[in-house]
């Protein structure tokens, strides 16, 4: 069973959080992951990104998309727990930079944090390449059935 919580605590934007959860169980079957997988997907201002990057990465700026894997035991069985940390301020200014709408960017940033959380890295020029492939082939799907 799929265990998706989505979180807006950024109240300049209204978010569909349950049509953002069914995008993130959609994205796990298209990616052939298990139905086990607990995500959370916390939505956030710049400011408050700038502060969560901070935070976990030592940055002093904000950024567009944080992906944390919290892994552990509880009665007798590990877990795995998924955050997705997601600027909504970034979509917004990206989605006009990049003239997209708002939906398209934010899927963007929920597919490329679900991607890192399953071992995906931007870090070389071919591991970027292979994710932004896979990434946009996936942003198509989602937007098209939308």
């Known amino acids: 069973m799929l ?7 950024c109240k300049r934007y209204r978010i569909n959080c349950a049509k953002v959860s ?3 169980a959609d994205i796990l079957r ?9 995500l959370e997907i916390l939505l956030v201002d710049r400011k408050a990104m700038a502060k969560f990057n901070k935070r976990f990465t030592h940055r002093s700026y904000d950024t567009d998309v944080l ?14 727990i998924g955050q997705i940390i997601i600027s909504l301020d970034m979509a917004k200014a990206n989605a006009k930079r990049f003239s997209v709408t708002f ?10 944090g679900i991607l890192h ?3 995906y890295d931007d870090v ?10 896979k990434q946009e082939k996936i942003v198509k799907i989602l937007c098209k059935n939308s």
């Open 3 to 9: 265990n998706i919580s989505v979180a807006n605590q």
């Open 67 to 80: 992906s944390f894997r919290l892994s552990g035991y509880g009665l007798k069985r590990r877990f795995d």
């Open 22 to 24: 069914r995008s993130v």
């Open 30 to 38: 298209l990616i052939k992951k298990p139905v086990s997988t607990k």
């Open 117 to 119: 959380y399953f071992g």
């Open 124 to 133: 070389t020029e071919k591991k970027k390449k292979r994710m932004f492939a």
């Open 103 to 112: 939906e398209e960017e934010l899927a963007r940033y929920v597919v490329h």
